[in-house]
C-alpha cells in the first residue's frame, strides 16, 4: 500500500489599496453641506447615440465643505472629475476624460439615504453640449470592501486552503 501524506503550499497574493477608504472627507463645524462617501457605484444610462448602460463609479472622493473631487470611471473611460455640493443637496461635477479633449458634465442630487442620481451630458472642448450624448446616473454608496464581503471573503479562503493541499505519494 503506498503512502500518503499531504503538504500545504502557500500562495503570495498582492492586495491592492481599497479604493473606499483612502479618501478625505471634511465639513468644517457648523458646515450644513451633506458629506459625501469615499466611493460610489452604480449605474449610467447613455440614451443618445449608444444606448448604452455602463457600470459607473465615483472613487477616492474627496470633499473640503462644498468641494469635491476623485476618480470617474463609466461609459467605457476613465478620468477625473471636480464639482461641488449644495447644502441642499444638489450635486454638480465636470469629468475630465483621460486622452480626450472633451468633458463629462454631471448635474444631480443627494437623495435620502445618500444615493446620487440625476443627468449627464458630453460637452466638447468649447463647452459645448454634443449632439446625441447625453444620458442619466444613478450612484450608491460603496463601503470598504473588506467591510462588505467578510464572508464571502472567508468562504472564498477556505476554498482557497482546499485547492492549495498538493498531494503528494
Same mark, same amino acid.
Not at 26 to 49: A, Q
Not at 124 to 138: F, I, K, R, V
Given at each position: 500500500?503506498?503512502?500518503?501524506? $499531504? ?24 458646515? +450644513? &453641506? ?5 466611493? &460610489? ?15 459607473? $463609479? !465615483?472613487?477616492?472622493?474627496?470633499? @473640503? ?10 461609459? +467605457? ?10 447644502? @441642499? ?20 442630487? @443627494?437623495? $435620502? ?17 454634443? !449632439? ?5 446616473? $444613478?450612484?450608491?454608496?460603496? &463601503?470598504?470592501? =473588506? ?6 471573503? !472567508?468562504?472564498?479562503? =477556505?476554498? !482557497?486552503? &482546499? ?7
Amino acid at each position: 500500500m503506498p503512502v500518503v501524506s $499531504y503538504r500545504a503550499t502557500t500562495p503570495t497574493h498582492t492586495i491592492a489599496p481599497d479604493p473606499c477608504t483612502s479618501s478625505t472627507l471634511t465639513n468644517s463645524s457648523g458646515s +450644513n &453641506y451633506p458629506l459625501l462617501t469615499p466611493c &460610489y457605484g452604480g449605474t449610467i444610462d447613455d440614451i443618445g447615440v449608444a444606448k448604452e448602460t455602463t457600470g459607473m $463609479y !465615483l472613487t477616492k472622493v474627496k470633499q @473640503n465643505g462644498d468641494n469635491l473631487s476623485g476618480n470617474f470611471q463609466g461609459l +467605457n473611460v476613465a478620468g477625473t472629475f471636480r464639482g461641488t455640493i449644495q447644502q @441642499n443637496g444638489k450635486i454638480q461635477f465636470e469629468v475630465t476624460v483621460i486622452g480626450r479633449t472633451d468633458t463629462i458634465v454631471f448635474t444631480g442630487s @443627494n437623495k $435620502y439615504g445618500g444615493d446620487l442620481r440625476g443627468q449627464f451630458e458630453v460637452h466638447d472642448s468649447n463647452g459645448q453640449a454634443t !449632439l446625441g450624448e447625453y444620458g442619466s446616473w $444613478y450612484a450608491q454608496p460603496m &463601503y470598504s470592501l =473588506s467591510k462588505r464581503t467578510v464572508g464571502a471573503e !472567508l468562504f472564498s479562503l =477556505s476554498r !482557497l486552503c &482546499y485547492n492549495c493541499i498538493e498531494q503528494v505519494i
